[in-house]
């Protein structure tokens, strides 16, 4: 089975600090994903990156950035954290070209005080 | 832009009811879609899938969705639902032309089912 392992289940920082979630998969998989969970509003993409040092935004990439210096890890960062921040964070792995659903981790709930 | 509409946010059933849930995609050429379920305190769990061929796609736990090209609809559905069944409910599309472009997730139908 694909894993896809977050780094912390539980975060809380403080208003403008530096924030890094990480992401790391074991299957050798060219695209990563973070998205935010937000009750009522469902799942959003933040950004997308498939390629080693390659990225792309999302839907909601304004406050954050990413960074991928290896294939099987892809981080999250937020540059000085705000309290609209607080969510759940979903990482998600897939291959290019093969016909399968995403595998997604068990998510960050980070709250931001 | 693709986008994704769940009718119901939240739904409550009994035991044994069948249960169909809505969900239409707005999106132009060929869609990928997808179910996921997310019980209590754990991770998303992907349900079924449509790619192509038969439209009426069967996945895990008795849930089955049939696409519906000329609606632009993708029904999730479940003859009878078990107390198990708890839990939330995403509806997702992709774009069919392959490439990391992430899923497009509806807002979520959160479904209690009672014993």
């Known amino acids: 089975d694909v894993k896809v392992t977050q780094s912390s289940r539980y975060l809380v920082k403080r208003t403008g600090e530096k924030v890094f979630l990480e992401c790391v998969q074991d299957?050798?998989?060219?695209?990563m994903f973070w998205y935010r969970q937000d009750p009522g509003l469902g799942l959003r993409l933040i950004y997308f990156s498939y390629d080693v040092k390659m990225k792309e935004k999302g839907d909601i990439p304004e406050g954050y950035s990413v960074s991928r210096e290896k294939k099987e890890r892809f981080s999250l960062i937020l540059e000085s954290a705000s309290t609209n921040q607080t969510s759940m964070y979903l990482c998600?792995?897939?291959?290019?070209?093969?016909?399968?659903?995403?595998?997604f981790g068990s998510g960050t709930r980070l709250t931001v005080v | 832009a693709q986008s994704v509409s769940q009718h119901n946010h939240h739904v409550i059933l009994s035991e044994a009811a069948s249960l169909e849930l809505g969900c239409n995609y707005s999106y132009g050429g060929t869609v990928n879609l997808f179910w996921y379920v997310q019980y209590p305190g754990q991770h998303l769990q992907l349900l079924l899938k449509?790619?192509?061929?038969?439209?009426l796609v069967k996945g895990i736990k008795g849930f089955e969705a049939e696409f519906i090209k000329s609606k632009f609809s993708f029904n999730l559905r479940k003859p009878s639902v078990q107390w198990s069944d708890t839990a939330e409910y995403f509806c997702a599309v992709k774009g069919g032309g392959g490439g990391a472009d992430g899923l497009t997730f509806g807002k979520g139908t959160h479904l209690i089912i009672q014993p």
């Open positions: 998600a792995s897939s291959l290019v070209r093969r016909n399968y659903g995403y595998t």
């Open positions: 449509y790619f192509s061929g038969d439209p």
């Open positions: 299957m050798d998989h060219e695209n």
